[in-house]
């Protein structure tokens, strides 16, 4: 061999080779031997210990849009599909071109091959691709029925067929899933397919309402044992007992006699029995138990239904299922079972309530038409249909029975709603009765003081409250009634407010209790004095000086009211009120009350834990009441009445402020500065904008205003400078509001809106700077004097 290389350096060439071919073999049979060892294990992403060199794992691919079992489910069933829909277009299509022996050939054949893959699939463990198989295979069971039918038996009752053909398959199918227990689709289909032999049967025979709802209940029984094996069964047999339960509610209701009522009752029954089995045996199956005792119900009381007016057949299903609340006490009882009784029990006692309720309401709102009609004895207004004593019955069954329950429970809800119940009852008996007016008013008073009574004296907080609301109620009620004649109305007020006061100083009650009857008391003895002015044929301007004797009293009753002070003397502020809107419609005699209010007050003021409020609105009262007489005596120049009593007052505070340097310029300077300044201003903006004559009152005014506003800011006073700024600002904008308007008027109409975004917009860029100013600005005006 010749080449150009001498043999020293080519000899060292092919060394070099050599060492470099067995590097790369070791390379390449340590990365086989990783290899094989990465195939036998999960792939982790991350490199194998004892691999050479390391080497990382490769990288993974990308992530599938889904997974290798959906993607199978979803080929497996669109095959499935596609095969059925062929077998279909067949069975539709090229059926009639084979003869008998042929057709049946090619489904025997075809449906034994579907049937019999799934075992070879299920033993090389491809499931989803038998149950694919299975599939087509029970769909073409339903082709052979549907062949035979077409060919062999054309003239047969189709419904009659369709129900044995369900049969049959049903039972095939479930043979063909007990066979093969690893398909799931099998067991199923036979349940789904066993529910309607029985239906088609009925419908096949003709038969009624009841017998299919008899085959109803029958296949829901079928179910519910299937169901202790195959969870499958217990949705479908719960609605074919749904149906069965409301085909037989419908059959009791719509009964013409108490005979025809007895077949519909036998299967409700019958479906009660079926809901309470199911809810012995399977803990969660409390709706079951709750449905099948509501079905017993409407089934014993719809067999009473046809013999009763609508009234009493309320009362007929309520003590019908009064007897289940006392599942409540039975341990020996399932926990589903027991609470199903219990809750049908008391879902029918609501239902009754609820009814007797819609009754009760009428009652009470007729009274709101008395006052259309003011004494004028017309008698209350009744409905064509008196329920008559049903209603009250009801109520007073289920008050009973929710006392029951509040025992056996021991909470209070029921025992407030007993109480609501057993009013309403006792509040309506008379009127619904039709009992004579006097007895229908007595009957309601006393039932009315029995409430208060009881929230009196009741210890349970939700009992008292109870009957405290209906006691208020009540009188309300009774109250609006009596308003029918003046005898009435005296005798119920006097007799209802009398009964308030005595409760207000019951000491032991709650005092929320006596609280709410010391407000009704002085709202009953207000009611009574002005109904006493009424009967005098006095102006109404006039009621409103009767009406002050109330808060006169309360005033002066002061401490003796104890704990009900406050809201007796909240309730004698709102007859003030009251007073000063009657008395609204004459000047001369709403400053009088005005007057006399403001006495009030200050009488009120003497005491010093009242000093503060009392004192502020009598001086606010005393100056309304001037005001109004200067206004009422046609004053064209209140200055020349209101400076003679700023200039003392303000001498006063001066020598208050002079003692006492701690004290508000409020209390020295306030009254004084707005005994004139706000006289002035009304007078001011009453007139027209600054023009013949009108000029000199807004100059002085604001010359004033100005005044008081600078020495407010100079001695450092709140009242002047926030009485004067106001003022001030106030009679700027009245005498400047035609110039402003006409100006706006002038403008184009986009500037307004404009002017208004810059304005927003520039609040907006500077917001937390005007937000520390106006801060800033409080905490100066705070500090004032």
């Known amino acids: 061999m010749n080449t150009p290389l001498p043999p020293a350096e080519e000899l060292a060439l092919i060394d070099r080779e050599l060492a470099r071919l067995d590097a790369r073999r070791l390379y390449l049979l340590g990365r086989r031997d990783w290899l094989l060892r990465l195939l036998h294990q999960p792939s982790t992403g991350a490199a194998v210990p004892g691999a050479p060199g390391h080497w ?29 829909v062929a077998a279909l277009a067949f069975t539709l299509l090229s059926w009639g071109s084979l003869g008998i022996a042929g057709r049946s050939a090619v489904l025997a054949a075809v449906t034994a091959a579907a049937l019999a893959a799934p075992v070879p699939l299920l033993r090389r463990g491809l499931g989803s691709t038998a ?132 077949a519909p009752a036998g299967l409700l029954l019958a479906g009660a029995a079926l809901g309470t089995a199911a809810a012995w045996r399977e803990p969660r199956a409390l709706a079951a138990a709750l449905v099948g005792a509501l079905a017993a119900v409407v089934a014993l009381g719809g067999a009473a239904r046809p013999t009763l007016e609508p009234a009493w057949e309320v009362v007929a299903h309520l003590l019908v299922a009064l007897p289940l609340l006392a599942a409540v006490r039975v341990r020996a009882l399932p926990a589903a079972v027991r609470r199903g009784l219990v809750g049908a029990g008391a879902l029918v006692a609501a239902l009754a309530a609820l009814a007797g309720w819609s009754a009760v309401a009428p009652t009470l709102l007729a009274r709101v038409g008395v006052l259309d009609e003011v004494w004028a004895v017309t008698g209350p207004a009744r409905d064509p249909y008196v329920p008559g004593a049903a209603v009250p019955v009801t109520l007073l069954i289920t008050a009973g029975a929710a006392w029951r329950l509040s025992r056996a429970l021991s909470r209070p809800e029921p025992a407030g709603a007993a109480v609501v119940l057993a009013w309403a009852g006792l509040f309506t008996a008379p009127e619904l009765l039709g009992l004579p007016v006097a007895a229908v008013f007595a009957g309601q008073t006393a039932v009315t003081g029995a409430a208060g009574v009881l929230a009196l004296r009741s210890r349970a907080r939700g009992v008292g409250l109870a009957a405290a609301a209906c006691a208020l109620g009540g009188a309300a009620s009774v109250s609006l009634g009596a308003l029918d004649g003046r005898v009435a109305t005296f005798a119920v007020w006097g007799l209802l407010g009398a009964g308030c006061a005595a409760g207000a100083a019951y000491g032991p009650a709650a005092r929320p209790v006596r609280s709410g009857a010391a407000v009704c008391a002085v709202v009953y003895a207000a009611g009574v004095l002005g109904a006493a002015a009424a009967a005098a044929d006095l102006a109404v301007v006039w009621w409103a000086l009767p009406v002050l004797a109330v808060p006169a009293v309360v005033a002066a009753l002061g401490p003796r009211l104890g ?82 009593v700023t200039a003392p007052a303000l001498v006063v505070g001066f020598l208050r402020r002079r003692e006492d340097p701690q004290a508000s310029s409020w209390t020295a300077y306030g009254p004084g500065l707005a005994a004139t300044l706000l006289p002035s201003l009304l007078a001011a903006l009453g007139a027209s904008p600054a023009g013949a004559g009108n000029w000199l009152r807004p100059l002085l005014l604001g010359l004033a205003a100005l005044a008081v506003t600078l020495v407010g800011a100079h001695r450092r006073l709140q009242a002047p400078l926030l009485l004067g700024g106001a003022v001030l600002a106030a009679v700027a904008l009245h005498e400047l509001a035609p110039y402003v308007v006409q100006v706006a008027g002038a403008l184009p109409r986009w500037v307004p809106p404009a002017l208004a975004g810059l304005l927003l917009l520039a609040v907006g860029a500077t917001y937390e700077k005007r937000l520390r100013d106006a801060r800033r600005l409080r905490d100066v005006i705070g500090r004032l004097g």
Not at 60 to 67: K, L
Not at 71 to 76: I, R, T
Not at 189 to 200: D, G, Y
Not at 229 to 240: D, F, I, N, Q
């Open 56 to 84: 990382p794992a490769p990288a993974p691919a990308p992530a599938a849009e889904a997974s290798a079992p959906s993607a199978q489910n979803v080929l497996l069933a669109l095959g499935s599909v596609l095969l059925a």
């Open 131 to 262: 149950e694919s198989v299975a599939a087509v295979g029970l769909l073409l069971t339903v082709l052979d029925a549907y062949a035979l039918y077409a060919v062999g038996m054309p003239g047969a009752d189709g419904t009659a067929y369709t129900a044995g053909a369900a049969a049959v398959l049903a039972g095939v199918w479930a043979g063909y899933g007990l066979a093969l227990p690893k398909l799931r689709i099998a067991l199923p289909a036979a349940v789904l397919a066993a529910q309607f032999p029985l239906p088609l049967a009925a419908l096949a025979a003709q038969g009624g309402p009841l017998e299919i709802g008899w085959a109803l209940l029958a296949t829901a029984a079928l179910d519910a044992a299937l169901a202790l094996r195959a969870r499958a069964a217990a949705v479908p047999g719960a609605l074919l007992w749904a149906g069965a339960l409301l085909t037989g509610a419908a059959q009791s209701w719509t009964a013409a006699t108490a005979a025809d009522a007895v």
């Open 563 to 644: 704990s009900v002070r406050v809201p007796a003397e909240c309730a004698a502020a709102a007859a003030c009120a009251v007073a000063v809107a009657l008395s609204a419609g004459r000047a001369g005699t709403l400053a009088l009350v005005l007057a006399l209010a403001g006495v009030i007050c200050a009488g009120a003021a003497v005491r010093a834990d009242r000093r503060g409020p009392a004192g502020w609105a009598a001086g606010a009262l005393f100056v309304a009441a001037t005001w109004v007489r200067l206004a009422d005596s046609g004053i064209a120049v209140p200055e020349a009445y209101t400076l003679p």
